[in-house]
């Protein structure tokens, strides 16, 4: 069984900051891909940053030059920081992570529960 944990979601102003962080644990060999999505009141989850096993990253469009993701391999966490926000960025942020569980196993995505992000203009 694998779990997937996020914290560091809050409330904050335009313009501010906040690390998300997220760790995945339990019965894992290793992780494939870590990945931030969010989802607004009212819209479709999308993919805000991704980094693989060989930090290869991703982001999306709008979150680019202010949005950083990074990994520890080791700890098997990933964090997103957050830079300049506004109120478009709030939503609840999920993590997943691509787990294979054996070295035979196909990965698969694995969820945290969510991270509520409000930005206050």
């Known amino acids: 069984q694998v779990q997937v944990a996020e914290s560091g979601g809050d409330l904050v102003q335009v313009g501010g900051s906040l690390r998300l962080s997220c760790t995945a644990s339990?019965?894992?060999?290793?992780?494939?891909?870590m990945r931030w999505h969010r989802q607004a009141p009212g819209k479709q989850r999308e993919l805000v940053a991704g980094?693989?096993?060989?930090?290869?990253?991703n982001y999306l469009d709008s979150v680019k030059g202010r949005f950083t993701i990074s990994r520890d391999h080791a700890k098997n966490t990933v964090w997103l920081q957050m830079n300049s926000l506004n109120p478009e960025d709030t939503a609840v942020y999920y993590c997943?992570?691509?787990?294979?569980?054996?070295?035979?196993?196909?990965?698969?995505?694995?969820w945290g529960q969510g991270t509520q992000v409000t930005v206050s203009s």
């Open positions: 997943a992570a691509r787990v294979r569980i054996t070295r035979w196993t196909t990965g698969r995505d694995y």
């Open positions: 339990g019965t894992i060999f290793s992780i494939d891909e």
């Open positions: 980094v693989t096993l060989g930090d290869v990253t």
